[in-house]
């Protein structure tokens, strides 16, 4: 099989190594890539957003899948203009991957299918935002709908902060992605990700896992796209899987199918688990960076296997293996992220880091110069480790992280605490 990966962070990296164990692969392709998804793959040199140079490299290699790492690329439709060139693609389709592209689009199904989430309005103007925040009283989350990299969420503990929120979205802080506002209820819980790996009509359990949005340790500072995450989240015991998938999952994708628009792809579901249960807090429609890293690091099945027969619709009855191991990912930061940082600067003693057999450094921004590996983007490195405790696959990873030899870099030092507090009872 030739495979092209589209992507160019940790979570492609974690992908691409997963893809190149498989006895399938003859050939793997990635574009963008990064100094380390080109150690394990070739580089396709395409521009991902020319989605006729992405068909032509296509027919040209005789590729037999396209993966798609993460959601641009997918709500702008690469997988549609693939399978309408006859190309097969592991992704959704432009209108699937609204569950992403649009918060109140989720909202709606939400409501439509009985799937269980906080109550919500929608808005186009500031004056009815405004007037049902007053109405509903604080605590509550106004979002921007649209894609807005992960900022456009605000969880206003005053109605003040509710009342600036709207104002600041319909004054263009989040472009058009903020031309919209959902508004809805505070959900009390602890947080959990679940990913599901989804065909159109089938859905299969994969792993569950928690990450780390904050930069600064105990869960402080502005938002990331994430410094850290492990696999599996202790909170999410086999009942509340099985909750999740019967009251969350499995309606998304009827109610998907009943509408036009399939789902085929990474289904991860950002659950609060409050005492009423799992609710859904949003949908992406990809695989999460870095909780892709744990997840791939405890994957015993062949992942291109898998995502073949997702992309056939041949799901049902497939299984899944995983490791009983937890794997916990560090990422290593450029300082100053997710404000202004340096790029260029160079990152020594990787090998060495990585000499432990259950450690694997994933790059995310990064670019080689030559035989030296430069620092290209914020989130730089995603440091991952087994271990037979989420204690000791943190212990593996810092220990990793600690001989990487890059002054310009910074990591969070407490990744993994809320699970390593609970093993500790
Ligand atoms: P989102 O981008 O929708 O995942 O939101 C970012 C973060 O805001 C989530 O990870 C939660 O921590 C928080 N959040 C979003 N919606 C809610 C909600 N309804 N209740 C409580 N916290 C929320
Ligand atoms: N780690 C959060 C995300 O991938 O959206």
């Keep these: 099989m030739n495979v092209l990966l589209i992507g160019s962070g940790g979570r492609e990296h974690a992908l691409a190594w997963a893809l190149a164990k498989s006895p399938l692969i003859e050939a793997l392709y990635a574009a963008p890539g990064n100094a380390g998804i ?16 992405v068909v032509a490299f296509c027919r040209e290699k ?36 609204r569950l992403e592209g649009s918060k109140g689009f989720t909202k709606d199904l939400c409501a439509k299918y009985g799937i269980p989430t906080g109550a ?28 807005a990299a992960g900022k456009g969420v605000v969880v206003a503990m005053t109605e003040e902060q509710a009342l600036d929120a709207v104002a600041a979205c319909f004054e263009g802080s989040f472009g058009d992605a903020g031309a919209e506002v959902v508004i809805e209820a505070f959900l009390d ?16 359990p994969l792993a569950t896992a928690q990450d780390h949005k904050r930069v600064f340790d105990g869960d402080e500072g502005p938002n990331t796209g994430g410094m850290g995450a492990y696999s599996p989240a202790p909170v999410m015991s086999d009942a509340l899987v099985a ?63 898998l ?10 009855g497939k299984s899944v293996s995983w490791r009983n191991e937890s794997a916990l990912c560090v990422v290593v930061a450029a300082k100053g992220y997710p404000g202004s940082y340096e790029k260029g600067t160079e990152i ?35 440091v991952t480790a087994l271990g037979t405790t989420v204690a000791e696959a943190q212990k593996r990873a810092y ?7 890059w002054p310009e870099g910074f990591c969070r030092r407490d990744i993994g605490w809320r699970a390593v507090e609970r093993e500790r009872g």
Excluded at 245 to 272: N, S
Aim: glycine share 10%; hydrophobic share 50%.
């Design 62 to 97: 005789a590729i037999d899948l396209v993966v798609v790492g993460p959601e641009a690329p997918l709500v702008a439709g690469l997988a549609d203009d693939l399978v309408a060139a006859g190309i097969r693609v592991f992704g959704p389709s432009t209108a699937a991957a």
């Design 243 to 305: 909750r999740t998938m019967a009251e969350i999952i499995e309606p998304t994708l009827r109610g998907m199918a009943d509408m036009g628009c399939p789902f085929t792809g990474i289904l991860y579901a950002g659950l609060m688990i409050t005492k009423d249960g799992p609710e859904l807090i949003e949908y992406n429609v990809r695989f999460g960076d870095p909780e892709c890293q744990a997840l791939m690091m405890r994957l015993e099945s062949d992942l291109l296997e």
């Design 38 to 53: 080109d150690r394990v793959a070739t580089s396709a040199g395409l521009d991902v957003a020319d989605h006729a140079a």
């Design 189 to 204: 819980g602890e947080e959990a990700s679940f990913f599901a790996i989804c065909d159109g009509k089938t859905a299969l």
């Design 399 to 405: 220990r990793a992280v600690d001989a990487i030899d």
């Design 307 to 316: 995502l073949l027969a997702a992309a056939d619709g041949k799901l049902e």
């Design 348 to 382: 020594r003693g990787l090998d060495a880091a990585a000499s432990d057999p259950a450690v694997e450094i994933f790059h995310a921004g990064t670019k080689a110069d030559g035989d030296r590996i430069l620092a290209n983007g914020g989130r730089v490195l995603g």
């Design 120 to 147: 919500y309005g929608r808005f186009t103007d500031a004056a009815s935002a405004a007037a049902y925040v007053r109405d509903k009283g604080a605590p509550i989350v106004v979002k921007a709908d649209g894609l």
